[in-house]
């Protein structure tokens, strides 16, 4: 069957390049749909296989004269006018038994013959195929693909058939037209640059191009950081967020919230929680897991484990979805991404070293977030609560006790910080030493007096005595003191150091500056349970009675916001809802309230 090659140059100002050919395929191998018939088009490759290997076994096939080269063209069908390297290529080309292998070792072979080859035959056309190397081409798409790789190479980027633009980058990842590993990182971003996010080609391209710059450069042992930017950010994103779990301590809340979120979705993002007050939510969510992570055990498992399970090894298959040939065999090597994900190489396969898979369990993540969710919409009265379910039972206990842990940190970090500058004992001892001599009768200090010449050492080294003593005795009442937390216990113990009181008990003078439960108590009909729940009634009583509580607030060293939600909670279960409210440092009763206050206070416990 003769070929027919149809020219249209009817255009006027084209150039040799802008030539738009029409043709029949010649008879060469690869496909064009619509160029013959099913069981013609079989029946010529067929034949076109046997003649092949004819030709490549026959003694002409060899690198002969160019007469011999173009008789052997026109006996396959060539046309005279085909570049002698195109025809070698061809020949250089061995049939196996067609596996990706083979392929891919016959791609970098002619490759390599072709790697600083030019033409200028353009050639416009529609080619289709998985896996494209120049055996899959005839000689009209090979001249044409070679002649727009010229243009590639010259910053010319010009559209053509998706599955010649892959061929392209199959080069690239064989070594073909780069210099080095960074070279063919570097022409690969480029390509990316200038053809992918140009437009030119389908967007599903970009996904292939960053998986093989990730996967070539594990290959080729680039330095962690490097890989990374390579790398899928989701992968690359779940990993943080598991180190950020693993290790919370070494976190602050905002990213432990964020990591938490990773695997729940935007489910907790939706709770009244985090609509109401944010910063506490997620404050308290954080705060729970750094609780759990450091207390729960459950069979020799921290939460960690549980949820996430611990890292185990997959098979990993790098460049499997492209034509890529390795001439020299790797040796074993190990490759840490990050704290996450590590790739062995041990006898030419590879593994993965990673969480996921099977070993992930979130619903035991997701239920312990969904009971943190529940407890904290009714610790902080939010509305809108969850019902408690039975698979979140376990969580309860620990999320609880987190909840007390974090209100108790909050309330001694309140509480003011009291500083004791140990420079003033000196004058301290000073003042107590003329207190003491303003104390003594004249009679006293005649005896105290002895001549100078037998007595004078002793006097010196009895009023150091005395110094040292009352020194050492400061001291102890100074350590007394130092572990309370109240500026009423210190005031009288500050005055306590001076000598002139010396007789007066430190703990008496403590215990009567503290207010005693029944000056607390303002109501003498209801016997309170504790110092600070008669104090809470007390403040309460004021409330009601219009009288200001900040004096009384501040006395005792207590928070505005602490003192609102005691009350709350304690008549909560009667009333239903917050009796009293605070803003800033002023507390105020709910007017709605009022009545219902006063009718059940006797039987409120507070």
Known sequence: MTASIVVDNTGKGKNKREEVYRDTPLPFAGSISGQFPRKERAARCNAEAKSGAEAEESPLAGRGSSVEESHSAERNGYSSDVPGQILEMIRLYEFGDGSPE??????????????????????????????????????????????????????????????????????????????????????????????????????????????????????????????????????????????????????????????????????????????????KGIQLLAGIWRYLSEHFEDNGRDIFTVCFGTRKCYPWHPLSNAVYWEERELPDMDFKLDECRTFHLRDGKWQEERYGGLGLHLDWFRSLLRASDRILRRELRTGHYLRERKDEQWAVPYIEAALREMEAEEQRAAMPVIEIDYSGLKQIREDAAITRDSLLTDEEIEESREPESTGGQEMDSAVKMDLSSAEADTEVVVNKIRPSLYLADIEPAVKKMRPSSSDVDTEAVVKKDRPSSGEADGDAGVKPKTGADSLYRRILLMLLDGKPVNDVVRENHLMPAVIADAINEAFFDEIGDSVVECDGDEICVVEDYREDIIQALGEISL
Request: net charge positive; with cysteine; aromatic share 14%.
């Open 102 to 279: 083979h392929r891919a070792r016959m791609f970098c072979r002619q490759g390599k013959f072709m790697e600083k080859y030019e033409d200028d035959f353009p050639w416009q056309g529609d080619f289709r195929r998985y896996f494209t190397t120049y055996h899959d081409l005839n000689i009209r798409q090979l001249r044409g693909y070679f002649t727009w790789r010229t243009g590639i190479r010259n910053g010319e980027y010009r559209p053509i058939s998706t599955s010649l633009a892959y061929m392209y980058l199959y080069e690239l990842l064989c070594g073909i037209g780069a210099s080095s590993v960074d070279d063919v990182l570097q022409k690969m971003e480029t390509f990316e640059k200038n053809y992918v996010d140009a437009g030119i080609s389908d967007p599903g391209m970009r996904k292939n191009i960053r998986r093989w710059m990730f996967e070539y450069a594990v290959l080729h042992g680039l330095p962690a950081e490097r890989v990374r930017s390579y790398a899928n950010p989701e992968a690359l994103d779940f990993d943080h967020s598991l180190v950020i779990l693993k290790n919370p301590e070494n976190h602050a809340d905002e990213e432990i919230f964020h990591a938490m979120s990773r695997f729940t979705g935007q489910t907790i993002e939706k709770s009244a929680v985090l609509t109401r007050n944010r910063r």
